[in-house]
């Protein structure tokens, strides 16, 4: 970059951005291709944090195991890398889908082979005064009948949840239940560091009573 003072220019220079990489731990590949709708599975550099070097996320699979991948997110503010683990509650095969990123959001999910189509989407963002990943949301849907759908959304800035419940008629149409609720108990508490088995099984309980 230059600006031009009198008849002298005057070029400012500034350090190229530079990524922070993920590091694969051995008997790990990247995913690249969805093994839920075989769409491209890509790596993901965003500034996700509060410096001016792009982080970077990706989904890895073990390469002697059907159902172990991880959500690997390298943070250069940090210097430090975070595993999550997908798990599944019935120790079905899973299948991830591509990671996305919307107003700073990070989302990640997965399907269980079956459950139904049981299926979890989660929702991460950087928080700045916490210098942490804190989960803002987390949505699940499976099929409860052949006829019924059950749809959820878990608001964890806000506490505020909703699920849907979609019934299928034989002759095309549908119809749709709505039911809003609020619990504070991971209300902004929920952070990358508690994302286990149990704590996805403490928020796919959020909202049960609608089920």
Known sequence: MFKKLGATLL??????????????RKGYAELTESPASGKKMEKISLFFDDDLRKDEAVIVKHQSSLS??????????LNKQFEIDLPSTNDFQIYPIPLTLKNKALQFGYFEDGTSAFGRFIKLRYDTPSKKIKVIGYDSGYRALPTEHIDKSYNLLTGIYVVKRTYYKADGQTKTQSFTGKNDHFKNMVFIDNLDLEMFNNL?????KYE
């Open 11 to 24: 070029f400012l220079t500034f350090p190229a951005l530079l990524i922070a990489q993920v590091k694969i």
């Open 204 to 208: 796919d309980d959020v909202g049960s």
């Open 68 to 77: 172990n991948y991880k959500l690997l997110i390298y943070l250069s503010s």
